[in-house]
């Protein structure tokens, strides 16, 4: 999984496995990015638009947002 900064122009790797659910992705972006970022301002997939919409209700959950 690759996460671009694109302001600092800062990449973040992190190895996952080819099938990786939603609420995994929610997770290691809960566990690596949001501590240092908090919310992205925008996400870019190449999964279409609809997995942005789902990974906020995920990444929602995994910070027990409401």
């Known amino acids: 999984m690759v996460i671009v900064d694109q302001f600092t122009k800062m990449i973040w790797l992190r190895a996952t496995t080819t099938s990786v659910s939603l609420e995994k992705i929610a ?3 809960k566990d690596n990015i949001w501590k240092i970022y908090k919310v992205s301002k925008k996400i870019l997939s190449n999964k279409g638009p609809q ?14 947002m409401r």
Do not use: M
């Open 51 to 64: 997995f942005a919409l789902w990974f906020i209700e995920d990444l929602s959950k995994a910070l027990e």
């Open 27 to 29: 997770k290691i972006y």
